[in-house]
């Protein structure tokens, strides 16, 4: 994939000193953006970004992995598409939202 393919060890070493405790592969941030955007146009996930369920599904997918990019591009799905989206405009769409985000910790 992309992420690994990107990755160094100079940049691994950089986050995993700048984030302590933390996994990370090598990928620089520009790289976790492309791949995520990537994946989203791909014909297979292109139909994700349609629902908010299925949105907060990958992204919270992605939250839960061990490796720090993974969980990077959860974010970015969440910052960059989900919330430009307007799908969090509703009270409610926040509620279920927000319960989903309360599982991670």
């Keep these: 994939?992309?992420?690994?393919?990107?990755?160094?060890?100079?940049?691994?070493?950089?986050?995993e000193n700048y984030v302590k405790?933390?996994?990370f592969r090598g990928?620089?941030?520009?790289?976790?953006?492309k791949a995520v955007n990537k994946v989203?146009?791909?014909?297979t996930h292109k139909d994700v970004l349609e629902s908010?369920?299925?949105s907060?599904?990958?992204?919270?997918?992605?939250?839960?992995?061990?490796?720090?990019e993974d969980r990077l591009a959860g974010i970015l799905v969440i910052a960059e598409h989900i919330l430009p989206s307007g799908k969090l405009d509703a009270q409610a769409n926040w509620k279920t939202a927000l319960a989903q985000f309360g599982t991670l910790y």
Excluded at 40 to 43: A, D, F, G, T, Y
Excluded at 56 to 68: G, P, V
């Design 1 to 15: 994939n992309l992420i690994d393919q990107e990755s160094s060890v100079k940049t691994k070493e950089w986050w």
């Design 56 to 68: 907060l599904e990958l992204a919270m997918t992605l939250l839960k992995r061990e490796m720090s």
């Design 27 to 33: 990928a620089k941030m520009a790289v976790i953006r």
């Design 21 to 23: 405790g933390s996994k």
């Design 40 to 43: 989203l146009k791909s014909e």
């Design 52 to 54: 908010l369920e299925s």
